[in-house]
């Protein structure tokens, strides 16, 4: 396999006493989707803000394109900006009210010092990809459906020449057919442009379409990272079991057991010792509460941090 064209190593973010993100490595391959999965707080949109520049990490290293980011920008300012985009949760809230549509096209590329007749005819016709005609051009956000604005943004996001997209839950608050309007584009510019997305979403209905691999996330580290088949089939993990459980489908072949999940979820300021999640796990045991297990590669080749993995999804877990 090719190297990947961004690796996380160790990432941890911290804000003052609060560990958003501890441990946590990834990568994320050319081409290639790569789902971001977890209960709301656990630390995705931390990750996704480290790895587009918004907040440096605190510690771990972030390499993009085989470049070390951190040595890089001592010496090319934009070398991220360059290669990453983040596609922002709230996309009316992302885009200025106070600028037109064209204005909002036009602004990366005057900041890149790359606006010309050729550029802005390339950031029209990014428009035009979007389903948007020149019609827009003159509308501010507030004139704009949700689905619009997200293809806006992505369409600004685009004028960069990005490789890879961070989307932080790129189909929320959308119609179920908008939704998969979304996905189609996202996924036919991915085709198009080469480009590779780190999809973040609690939406597992959409996680399970649109991407290769997935990372489940709990409280700030990854507990089970794999084939997003093999994982949704046969989760290793509980905590990955359990999320899946909930899960709502209306295909009666699908449908598990509900596994519900006792106590609520720790603080990131005051979290468990040893396995995070032993407090809630139906299967914890004594070595969990005081020793942290490791991310390890299984014989399947996914990756589980859990004493004790379920065999194959099929070890029994009490509501």
């Known amino acids: 396999m090719t190297a990947p064209v961004l690796s996380l190593k160790d990432a941890c973010v911290?804000?003052?006493?609060?560990?958003?993100?501890?441990?946590?490595?990834?990568?994320?391959?050319?081409?290639?989707?790569?789902g971001l999965v977890g209960e709301s707080g656990c630390g995705k949109s931390s990750v996704a803000r480290a790895i587009s520049g918004l907040?440096?990490?605190?510690s771990g290293t972030m390499m993009v394109q085989q470049e070390d980011v951190a040595v890089k920008l001592r010496t090319d300012r934009r070398f991220l900006a360059d290669?990453?985009?983040?596609?922002?949760?709230?996309?009316?809230?992302?885009?200025?009210?106070?600028?037109?549509?064209g204005a909002l096209l036009a602004e990366p590329l005057k900041i890149r010092k790359i606006f010309n007749a050729d550029t802005w005819a390339a950031a029209i016709a990014l428009l035009q990809d979007m389903g948007l005609g020149e019609q827009f051009l003159s509308r501010y956000p507030h004139q704009l459906s949700g689905g619009q604005a997200r293809r806006v943004a992505l369409a600004r996001v685009l004028t960069a020449k990005p490789r890879i997209i961070v989307a932080d839950e790129p189909t929320a608050g959308l119609d179920v057919s908008i939704q998969g309007d979304m996905l189609n584009?996202?996924?036919a510019l991915r085709d198009r442009l080469g480009l590779s997305y780190l999809f973040i979403s609690h939406n597992l209905n959409v996680v399970g379409r649109v991407t290769e691999r997935v990372a489940i996330m709990y409280l700030g580290q990854i507990v089970e990272t794999g084939k997003t088949g093999l994982l949704f089939r046969d989760p290793a993990h509980p905590y990955?079991?359990?999320?899946?459980?909930s899960n709502l489908t209306i295909d009666p072949q699908r449908r598990r057991e509900r596994v519900i999940l006792k106590g609520e979820l720790p603080s990131p300021r005051n979290p468990p010792s040893g396995c995070r999640f032993h407090q809630r796990c139906p299967l914890a045991r004594d070595i969990c509460a005081?020793?942290?297990p490791r991310l390890e590669t299984q014989a399947d080749g996914r990756m589980v941090a859990c004493h004790f993995p379920l065999s194959g999804g099929s070890e029994a877990m009490a509501g």
């Open 14 to 34: 911290r804000y003052g006493d609060l560990t958003a993100v501890e441990g946590v490595s990834i990568d994320l391959h050319g081409g290639e989707t790569l």
């Open 55 to 58: 907040n440096p990490l605190s």
């Open 83 to 101: 290669r990453v985009q983040l596609l922002f949760q709230d996309p009316v809230a992302s885009l200025s009210p106070r600028l037109t549509v």
């Open 185 to 187: 584009l996202l996924r």
């Open 240 to 245: 990955t079991k359990a999320l899946l459980s």
């Open 290 to 292: 005081v020793r942290q």
